[in-house]
T-cell receptor
């Protein structure tokens, strides 16, 4: 159990357009979802924490107007990169948890975004 | 900031045991020690976690020092599929988000290379 599906796995978009990435918990209800980005040969950097039905909490330095996060249901969170630029090209990864100390974190397989 | 220190890289031969060290000298009494690994171009996956006692599961063993200031992830027989970046993370119950789930902060991890 505890499967997280992330879609798409790869996307190429033109500079100035917006891209939406979906993260779904397939077999559990995720009270909290996290979004990370990862540059080549670097570690994961937490971008924001998303609780179902609430506004996302962004980490310092992450532009909330550029990276729109929606967590409208207990099984779905979306990250929209608005007005994408080449420097937004990165590997984006979501994570989901049921919440509390008893449950672990399950990660999606990641989305490779390339902005041209 | 990550509260753990790991070697940048390690090498092993196939079918030999691997011991991946992690230092966490500032660990608090309620911090669990978690290990995740990330295969190339994938999201991280859970490996093992523990609090005070040594732990075993089908993937690995976790040996925790008596003072809890360090731990070692043990892969008993490395395979080529174990080549990954291994992250040692303290699950910080002090950083609880609004929904009751604490953030998972990744350090740089140890890149494990397994030689055939």
């Amino acid at each position: 159990g505890a499967v997280v599906s992330q879609h798409p796995s790869r996307v190429i978009c033109k500079s100035g357009t917006s891209v939406k990435i979906e993260c779904r918990s397939l077999d559990f209800q995720a009270t909290t979802m996290f979004w990370y980005r990862q540059f080549p040969k670097k570690s994961l950097m937490l971008m924001a924490t998303s609780n179902e039905g609430s506004k996302a909490t962004y980490e310092q330095g992450v532009e909330k107007d550029k990276f729109l996060i929606n967590h409208a249901s207990l099984t779905l969170s979306t990250l929209t990169v608005t007005s994408a630029h080449p420097e937004d090209s990165s590997f984006y990864i979501c994570s989901a948890t049921r919440g509390g100390r008893l449950y672990g974190y399950t990660f999606g397989s990641g989305t490779r975004l390339t902005v041209v | 900031d990550a509260k753990t220190t790991q070697p940048n890289s390690m090498e092993s031969n196939e079918e030999e045991p691997v011991h991946l060290p992690c230092n966490h000298s500032t660990i608090s009494g309620t911090d669990y020690i978690h290990w995740y690994r990330q295969l190339p171009s994938q999201g991280p996956e859970y490996v093992i976690h523990g609090l005070t006692s040594n732990v075993n599961n089908r993937m690995a063993s976790l040996a925790i020092a008596e003072d809890r200031k360090s731990s070692t992830l043990i892969l008993h027989r490395a395979t080529l599929r174990d080549a990954a970046v291994y992250y040692c993370i303290l699950r910080d119950f002090g950083a609880i988000t609004q929904g009751g789930s604490e953030k998972l902060v990744f350090g740089k991890g140890t890149k494990l290379t397994v030689n055939p």
